[in-house]
């Protein structure tokens, strides 16, 4: 718990400036306009070069095109924010062009795959004044086969009384260094914090179906809080004149499996990666990488532990509020289940 203390401190240390300057309607230079591919747009253009969306190099004598809420990117992660599939980027979703002070809603629909188990999500999310982004997701697991198979290694005395488990997570993000703000004459990458609170609705009551079974390897609450910080930079022109967006980010969490298993007592840190890019004006591709550190103990056959996650996606960009992504994904053990060819969509609508 203390590292979970020192967490919330540097987290509200560094949400201060961003607080701030949203109250008193202060902007920063290098502030993304709309989204990370609007803004690719308008660099793009400044440097004389075609963007991604096909603009030309502005008339002699003009600026740069105004940057408008641009395609709707990045995508809702399974935890209800924006990023890729569960790592999150420093863009924050829809927060509409300079000026905004309350955005427009986006919703989405996910389904992940899972060998004899599956995840759905419906995730919100809106912005407000294009610093701080608030959400909401319900996430249901089905857990597949683990009542048979707790059933079948108790020769019948454990009988799970559900076939699912639902998370809820409520998610608070702030922009506290737009992309591309000089810091010593060096443009910096986006830098957003923020904090994921998840309430489990149904891993205590298998639990108590299962005679502990979990209490017994690890599982102290059915609720807990991710901290994230996370930092993207992109490169306008750099991949044969597309924009390539690198990002990274630490975090800091007591979930196993994302939270859908429940939460240990000790805080564990790990870090996370993505690299996208925009391949043709509407497809967009990437790939990203999540570290998982099991807080259990590892109990054959329920819990076979945790192992990293490796995903990669495309998006399809129907138009400017409309995208269907489509990824797979190596997640390793999940629960009882070995999953190393997960596949999954979503389908976002920004309104």
């Known amino acids: 718990m203390k590292a979970a203390s020192v967490w919330i401190c540097v987290t509200l240390l560094l949400l201060s400036p961003a607080l701030l300057a949203a109250e008193d309607g202060r902007t920063v230079s290098g502030s993304p306009e709309g989204s990370w591919l609007a803004s690719a747009e308008k ?77 759905t999500v419906i995730a919100v999310t809106e912005t407000f004044f294009r610093r701080v982004e608030l959400g909401y997701a319900a996430g249901r697991f089905d857990i597949g086969n683990l009542g048979h198979v707790a059933k079948k290694i108790s020769n019948g005395g454990i009988r799970l009384n559900r076939r699912d488990i639902w998370l809820h997570n409520f998610n608070a993000r702030v922009m506290v260094i737009p992309e591309n703000t000089e810091i010593l004459g060096i443009p910096m990458p986006g830098i957003v914090a923020g904090i994921q609170a998840k309430f489990n609705g149904g891993v205590q009551g298998i639990d108590d179906t299962a005679g502990g079974a979990f209490t017994a390897i690890g599982l102290e609450r059915s609720n807990g809080i991710d901290y994230v910080v996370t930092a993207s930079k992109m490169f306008p022109t750099l991949l044969f004149g597309r924009p390539l967006i690198l990002t990274f980010g630490v975090r800091n969490s007591q979930a196993s499996n994302f939270g859908y298993t429940g939460f240990a007592d000790e805080c ?72 190393d060819c997960a596949w999954g969509i979503q389908v976002k609508y920004e309104f």
Not at 58 to 86: K, N, S
Not at 94 to 100: A, I, L, M, R, S
């Open 43 to 119: 660099l793009a253009a400044e440097a004389g070069v075609r963007g991604e969306e096909g603009a030309a190099p502005p008339p002699a004598g003009e600026g740069p095109p105004p940057a408008g809420d641009g395609p709707p990117l990045p995508l809702h992660t399974i935890e209800g924010v924006g990023g890729a599939l569960a790592v999150p980027m420093a863009y924050l979703v829809n927060p509409g062009p300079e000026g905004t002070k309350v955005g427009k809603p986006a919703v989405s629909a996910s389904f992940l795959g899972l060998g004899n188990k599956n995840l």
């Open 268 to 339: 564990s840190t790990t870090v996370e990666f993505d690299v996208a890019t925009l391949l043709l004006d509407n497809l967009a591709i990437g790939y990203e990488f999540r570290e998982r550190n099991d807080p259990y103990d590892r109990a054959k056959p329920l819990h076979k532990g945790e192992d990293n996650l490796h995903a990669i996606r495309a998006a399809w960009l129907i138009d400017d509020h409309l995208v269907l992504a489509a990824g797979w994904a190596c997640m390793g053990n999940v629960g009882n289940t070995r999953v």
